[in-house]
């Protein structure tokens, strides 16, 4: 391709990119189509010579678009709903282009530095320890890995080499994030280490039960050596009591990571400092900006205290990688798994520049007030239940009524095509989820599900 032809579909795709996201709620919020249907629509082999960018881009409009489920419609209320802003979808732009791969300071200074920034900025702007150093991986479920890694490197440093975690057991919640057993798995502890701590009516981590579960494993002969407690559980947004199970991790020696991976962000509003009491002694602590900060996947900001033992962890260093130490001179590969590194702080950057503190602020106060709104007009109708507790933007209600009931009425409502909500169990009962996170959902859209499920639930 030469300049003359990317300049013209660079602003093609510019174009574009401005007009799908001004008439986003021109799609469906799910794709109508049946599984292994693009992949019958697409060739069996590859081309054997080049296509012309008209082709490609043409089929790029007529075939993978319609099968993408819309993640920035603002009727996308499920999971942990997110959204991708012309900010960082600009930093992503120049960030392909660069081409930066920062896994030594020299080979990409700006990754580095510019990734030490965004996050000191970050950190600040949340309350959290100014001596924290931090770093960006792709997803939680990476950040939480490489806190049970560092974990385990604190408790049994041989473990690395010998490959083997030796009866090291992890604590976590019933209602914490798989991650935390995928991690497990991926060091080397097993899942059978990973002890699920029994929660209160609240969802909340019980630390009278997690007092008992590392008694009994040290009692059996087993070494406790990490507890992971969660900042906005997943299901129900529910938080474990930090300060509490931080005592406990501090009279056990246990590695204590906080899992904040979606309610991290409401760190930036003073109102919410509550939720975070505690987690200045943690030793661990991921938040994914791409969830309820409105940067681009991917983006998860994992911080610690203890980054020497981190770094003990998982430095490994080839004749090939060897570089003159400075103490400024940050080499990222030191600290993970991965050897190669996406310049992802700088969609992070112009996120951050372009919203502001106060920006954001006020982006995710709307949400949480949505979500509020949404909350008290399913208690005010007599057949509908709250079924957690709706502390940030995300709320869990259901159907006074069977399993069945809550199902269908699901159904009926993400079949209207312009809003989508997820579901979750608790307490044995199939629940609703919503959960408003996207730069475009205003009230109207919230208000459409109301509609939705009114129509849907019998009277």
Known sequence: MTPEEFRRYGHQAIDWIAEFLEHVERYPVLPPV?????????????????????AIVADFERLIVPASTQWNHPGFLAYFANSSTPEGILGELY??????????WKTSPAVTELEQVTLRWLRQWSGLPEDWFGLIYDTASTSSMHAIAAAREAADPESRTKGTARGLVVYT???????IEKGAIAVGIGQDYVRKVPVDAEFRMRPEALAELIE???????RPCCVTATVGTTSTTSVDPVPEIAEIAQRHKLWLHVDAAYAGSAALLPEFRWAFEGCERADSFVTNPHKWLLVPMDCSIFYTR??????????????YLETQADPRAVNMMDYGVPLGRRFRALKLWFVLRSYG????????????????????????????ELAAPARFSVV????????????RILDRVNAAGDVFLSSTVLSGKFTMHL?????????????????????????
């Open 357 to 384: 503190r106060e920006g954001l602020a006020a982006v995710l106060r709307e949400h949480v007030r949505l979500a509020q709104w949404f909350a008290r007009e399913v208690e005010a109708d007599g057949r509908f």
């Open 396 to 407: 869990n209600f259901r159907y006074k009524g069977s399993d069945e009931r809550n199902r």
């Open 306 to 319: 203890r980054p020497e033992v981190l770094r003990r962890a998982f430095s490994l260093i080839p004749e």
């Open 173 to 179: 919640s019933e209602q914490s994030h798989s991650s």
């Open 435 to 459: 959960a408003v996170g996207n730069q475009f959902t205003e009230e109207r859209h919230v208000r459409r599900v109301l509609d939705l499920l009114r129509s849907a639930a019998p009277a």
């Open 216 to 222: 009994r494993d040290l009692a059996a002969g087993l």
């Open 95 to 104: 960030a392909a282009a660069l081409n930066g791969n920062g896994m030594l």
């Open 34 to 54: 049946k599984p292994g249907e693009l992949t019958d629509a697409l060739p069996r082999h590859g081309p054997e010579r080049g296509e012309p960018m008209e």
